[in-house]
């Protein structure tokens, strides 16, 4: 079957799902063909493309410009290296590119028809199109977000949030005895020299939302650090494994999934869990640049699998690389990769830490919750690009980049204080290093060739964070330890 053909049964079989509102009769209109947005295939992966000017990466894993692999759709053998190419854009069928129009901000939950079916990924929703949302609601954002093109507001007053804690209050009943302890502080042992002086905010004292786990989100925390070194990559499998790719075609490749992650908005979780499961597999697997994109789509659908409430179907991963590969092939990849990592699919990534370290850090009201945040989310998916930050744990980078986004936001303010050293574990002195390579990634990226995460967090969305100005320089006595 052509490849034509194979995209009309694919695009045809998509069905349309439910548009979310207060009106369960709302129609879903389809954009007109000729508005649908053009997706990334990536067809060549190479240190060097046209539309781009080629600039040098931060650290010398990146030093060696060799020649790069070229995904081609028609030819799947060993194909020439060239300097002198980019990446092709292919089109979401129309049919996909459908989206609501209903608004975000609603008093009531919103309603279903009893008649349409389960909720499916048959279409993948464009980024274009002004103040929409996705028909499942599920768009990945910063995890305060909700919407891409509306105006966000710091509020915890806001008639959708009151709403879900109305609901919360009455499905769930919370202890009388739980308040009497509100006032503690999780019991962990702290570094030596700690200033104890300084007051701990205790950022677990929201007994009346049980989403946040305020009874053991210490110990779920503190196992994750116990754990999160068993399910990291190997820091050297470019040199000891891998003889056909190298850094900077991990980096392109990775560069695309964030551009595929977003265009069917998926959780970010999904995006840092596919990244680990490529770094976990490349460790000990060698693999050739031809199937290079092959091994990034299948993590992300297992990543996906595993994270999102809706997947996208292995059809849509397929089209999404322009059906350079066929499905039998995406399974047998997917299968390839569950029995290498044995089925461990449960990994403590940056982006688990990030969570409880901005609630840390807000825990003063030092800086605005939604700045914060997004800064801390842009500066951890820089590091993803990385292969040099495999070096660094997730709690590591997630801690150093909350420091980094604070000295951002306030650069006269000491970054660093007793809450986060208490609830990261933590101090200054240690994250010194990671915050450094941080802030050259995040100062280098505006002359970054790879801008998919810089392009991301330059929309509204996300406040505009990849446009802050980053000071050249962090002074040094932010990392002497009896500073904060």
């Given at each position: 079957m052509?490849?034509q053909?194979?995209?009309?049964?694919?695009?045809?079989s998509?069905?349309?799902?439910?548009?979310?509102?207060?009106?369960a009769?709302?129609?879903?209109?389809?954009?007109?063909p000729h508005?649908?947005?053009?997706?990334?295939?990536l067809?060549n992966?190479?240190?060097?493309?046209?539309?781009?000017t080629?600039?040098r990466t931060y650290g010398?894993?990146?030093?060696?410009?060799a020649?790069a692999?070229?995904?081609?759709?028609?030819?799947k053998?060993?194909?020439?290296?060239?300097?002198?190419?980019?990446?092709?854009?292919?089109p979401v069928?129309?049919?996909?590119?459908?989206?609501?129009?209903?608004?975000v901000r609603?008093?009531?939950?919103?309603?279903?028809?009893?008649?349409l079916?389960?909720?499916?990924?048959?279409?993948s929703?464009?980024?274009?199109?002004?103040?929409?949302?996705?028909?499942?609601?599920?768009m990945?954002?910063?995890?305060s977000?909700?919407?891409?093109?509306?105006e966000?507001?710091d509020?915890?007053?806001?008639?959708?949030?009151a709403?879900i804690?109305r609901?919360?209050s009455?499905s769930f009943?919370?202890?009388?005895?739980i308040?009497g302890?509100s006032?503690?502080?999780?019991?962990?042992?702290?570094?030596?020299?700690?200033?104890?002086?300084d007051?701990?905010f205790?950022?677990?004292?929201?007994?009346?939302?049980?989403?946040m786990?305020?009874?053991?989100?210490?110990?779920?925390?503190?196992?994750?650090?116990?754990?999160?070194?068993?399910?990291?990559?190997?820091?050297?499998?470019?040199?000891?494994?891998?003889?056909?790719?190298?850094?900077?075609?991990?980096?392109?490749?990775v560069?695309?999934?964030?551009?595929?992650?977003?265009?069917?908005?998926?959780v970010?979780?999904?995006?840092?869990?596919?990244v680990n499961?490529?770094?976990?597999?490349?460790?000990?697997n060698?693999?050739?640049r031809?199937?290079?994109q092959?091994?990034?789509?299948?993590?992300?659908?297992?990543?996906?699998?595993?994270?999102?409430?809706?997947?996208?179907?292995?059809?849509?991963f397929?089209y999404?690389?322009?059906?350079t590969?066929?499905k039998?092939?995406v399974?047998?990849?997917?299968?390839?990769?569950?029995n290498?990592?044995?089925?461990?699919?449960?990994?403590?990534?940056?982006k688990?830490?990030?969570?409880?370290?901005?609630?840390a850090?807000?825990?003063?009201?030092e800086v605005?919750?939604?700045?914060?945040?997004?800064?801390?989310?842009?500066?951890?998916e820089?590091?993803?690009?990385?292969?040099?930050?495999?070096?660094?744990?997730?709690s590591?980078?997630?801690a150093?980049a909350?420091f980094?986004?604070?000295y951002?936001l306030?650069?006269g303010n000491r970054?660093?204080?007793?809450?986060?050293?208490h609830y990261?574990?933590?101090?200054p002195?240690?994250?010194?290093e990671?915050?450094?390579?941080?802030?050259?990634?995040?100062?280098?990226?505006?002359?970054?060739?790879l801008?998919?995460?810089r392009?991301?967090y330059?929309?509204?969305?996300?406040?505009?964070?990849?446009?802050?100005?980053c000071?050249?320089?962090?002074?040094?006595?932010?990392?002497?330890?009896?500073?904060?």
């Amino acid at each position: 079957m052509s490849n034509q053909n194979r995209r009309s049964s694919i695009s045809s079989s998509s069905s349309k799902r439910p548009a979310s509102s207060e009106n369960a009769t709302t129609k879903v209109v389809p954009i007109p063909p000729h508005q649908a947005k053009k997706r990334v295939a990536l067809s060549n992966i190479t240190n060097n493309t046209s539309s781009r000017t080629s600039v040098r990466t931060y650290g010398s894993t990146l030093g060696n410009q060799a020649c790069a692999p070229a995904f081609t759709k028609v030819n799947k053998g060993l194909s020439a290296c060239t300097s002198n190419t980019a990446l092709r854009r292919n089109p979401v069928p129309a049919s996909s590119a459908i989206k609501s129009k209903t608004s975000v901000r609603t008093k009531h939950a919103p309603t279903v028809t009893p008649l349409l079916g389960p909720c499916s990924m048959d279409i993948s929703p464009s980024r274009s199109g002004g103040g929409s949302v996705s028909l499942d609601e599920t768009m990945s954002t910063c995890d305060s977000l909700k919407s891409p093109d509306v105006e966000y507001i710091d509020n915890a007053e806001a008639s959708a949030v009151a709403s879900i804690e109305r609901k919360a209050s009455n499905s769930f009943h919370i202890s009388e005895h739980i308040q009497g302890i509100s006032g503690n502080v999780c019991k962990r042992d702290l570094h030596v020299g700690v200033d104890t002086s300084d007051k701990i905010f205790n950022v677990d004292n929201k007994y009346d939302d049980p989403q946040m786990c305020a009874t053991i989100a210490c110990d779920i925390y503190k196992h994750l650090r116990a754990s999160e070194n068993k399910k990291r990559p190997s820091t050297d499998f470019m040199d000891g494994v891998q003889k056909d790719i190298n850094p900077s075609m991990r980096a392109i490749l990775v560069d695309w999934l964030v551009e595929v992650a977003e265009e069917y908005r998926l959780v970010p979780d999904t995006l840092y869990l596919t990244v680990n499961y490529i770094d976990r597999y490349l460790s000990g697997n060698g693999m050739n640049r031809q199937r290079l994109q092959l091994l990034g789509v299948a993590c992300m659908m297992i990543a996906a699998k595993y994270e999102e409430i809706c997947a996208p179907q292995v059809e849509e991963f397929c089209y999404i690389t322009d059906n350079t590969y066929f499905k039998e092939e995406v399974l047998q990849m997917e299968s390839a990769v569950l029995n290498f990592l044995k089925f461990e699919m449960t990994a403590p990534t940056a982006k688990c830490f990030l969570r409880r370290f901005a609630h840390a850090a807000n825990g003063n009201n030092e800086v605005p919750t939604l700045q914060l945040e997004c800064l801390a989310n842009y500066v951890a998916e820089l590091s993803l690009l990385e292969y040099s930050m495999l070096r660094y744990s997730p709690s590591l980078i997630a801690a150093s980049a909350i420091f980094l986004a604070k000295y951002i936001l306030l650069p006269g303010n000491r970054p660093w204080n007793s809450t986060l050293a208490h609830y990261t574990q933590y101090k200054p002195s240690e994250l010194c290093e990671c915050v450094k390579v941080l802030h050259h990634l995040f100062c280098n990226s505006h002359s970054s060739s790879l801008p998919a995460i810089r392009e991301k967090y330059s929309q509204h969305k996300y406040k505009f964070v990849a446009k802050k100005y980053c000071p050249p320089s962090i002074p040094s006595e932010y990392f002497h330890d009896q500073c904060y």
